[in-house]
Nanobody, 119 residues
Framework: QVQLVESGGGLVQPGGSLRLSCVASGSSFSRYAMGWHRQAPGKQRELVARITSGGSTNYADSVKGRFTISRDNAKNTVYLQMNSLKPEVTAVYSC?????????????WGQGTQVTVSS
């Protein structure tokens, strides 16, 4: 079983930056695809960014060019660098780990970390 613990959220001014971190337990981190999702009040949870076990990345159109997802397999950690922050990105950001095996799959979630962009 994988446990995910996010950190790095908080309150920042518009135009500022944050780096979210998600540390995973276990010894199989490198085999998981990792992602960041967010959910704002009254809205559906949406995918923000994803990185595969091979390092390929995908981003929501709204964050391309401003957010960067990366992973450090030696540290069992995935990051989300968030630059040029706008109030509209305010949400709870959650870390996700996915593994697909033969005839089975696993999907793990962290507890979430609040990101608030406000002056």
């Amino acid at each position: 079983q994988v446990q995910l613990v996010e950190s790095g959220g908080g309150l920042v001014q518009p135009g500022g930056s944050l780096r979210l971190s998600c540390v995973a337990s276990g010894s199989s981190f490198s085999r998981y695809a990792m992602g960041w999702h967010r959910q704002a009040p009254g809205k559906q949870r949406e995918l923000v960014a994803r990185i595969t076990s091979g390092g390929s990345t995908n981003y929501a159109d709204s964050v391309k060019g401003r957010f960067t997802i990366s992973r450090d397999n030696a540290k069992n950690t995935v990051y989300l660098q968030m630059n040029s922050l706008k109030p509209e990105v305010t949400a709870v950001y959650s870390c996700n780990a996915v593994f697909h095996g033969l005839g089975f799959s696993y999907d793990y979630w962290g507890q979430g970390t609040q990101v608030t962009v406000s002056s």
